[in-house]
């Protein structure tokens, strides 16, 4: 955890360097506060589905119940909208992605497991989970699996390229900036189970070996933040598309297109 934890809060200092910035944060808990209280940040919201919550858990901050596939927010309503290891709790979690876009006005940070080749080597022999249920377990067999529920979530890792295609998909006006960033933290799973003495041992072992794998290869490491910036649509329209300032929407640019294709041709989509 002290692993996961540095690398949230070096990720956020990089990403998000203004402490006034607005900042919602989705399927959040005390990690999360903890963060951004560190960090110095004073305007943020936690958001999440946990019914247990009490007025004040989240104090100095504001906490609201809030489903992270359907968010009750206005489309840029924050600055900035986070998320730390949740996104794999949805059982939509490409919606919350785009609810998260969509809320925010400056840029959206998200923290998630990479699909890597090495992490399918560590679900094959059972070394890290691919189903959640140590999360439901752990909290009273009640809560901590898909969208908060005691049934356990399947645990969905990301790539670079799945992030670009949700979000370009949604948003196909302009060309947006991704950053990413990896980290490492040793699987845990092996630690919980009952009968997991000889894997506790193996990843110990393997440790070494590890460390100078992900060195050369960066993005086989377990832990991946993706950074997307918002762009002003108005200003960064590819430019095939125009702002129609009278009807307020933006259109197609006839006059590129009579330069790009044959005119009175027409050509059948893909």
């Not at 951004?36 to 504001?62: A, C, H, M, Q, W």
Request: charged share 25%.
């Amino acid at each position: 955890m002290e692993k996961r934890e540095a690398f949230y809060e070096k990720v956020v200092r990089l990403r998000i360097p203004d402490k006034e910035a607005s900042i919602l944060i989705c399927g959040g808990g005390k990690l999360d506060k903890r963060t951004f209280v560190n960090l110095g940040f004073r305007n943020v919201t936690i958001s999440n589905l946990d019914t247990r919550v009490e007025e004040g858990d989240y104090f100095p901050f504001k906490w609201k119940f809030e489903n992270a596939e359907a968010l009750s927010y206005e489309d840029g309503s924050f600055d900035y909208v986070v998320i730390h290891a949740a996104i794999h709790h949805a059982s939509s979690p490409h919606r919350v992605l785009l609810e998260m876009y969509r809320v925010a006005r400056r840029g959206m940070l998200a923290f998630e497991s990479r699909d890597s080749a090495l992490m399918h080597c560590l679900e094959r022999f059972q070394l890290t989970q691919v189903y959640e249920h140590a999360a439901v377990y752990y909290n009273d067999c009640k809560y901590g699996g898909v969208n908060n529920t005691e049934v356990p979530n399947f645990v969905f890792r990301w790539t670079e390229r799945e992030v670009e295609k949700t979000i370009q998909s949604y948003a196909p006006y302009c060309r947006h900036t991704f950053k990413y960033e990896y980290g490492t933290a040793f699987p845990c799973t092996p630690g919980l189970e009952a009968k997991g003495a000889l894997k506790r041992i193996f990843v110990i072992l393997m440790r070494p070996l590890y460390w100078l794998f992900t060195k050369i290869f960066v993005k086989q490491q377990n832990l991946f933040a993706f950074y997307v910036a918002k762009p002003s649509m108005r200003d960064t329209l590819f430019p095939w598309l125009v702002f129609d300032q009278q009807e307020q929407r933006i259109r197609f640019n006839k006059q590129w297109g009579d330069q790009k294709y044959k005119n009175g041709r027409v050509a059948e989509s893909d």
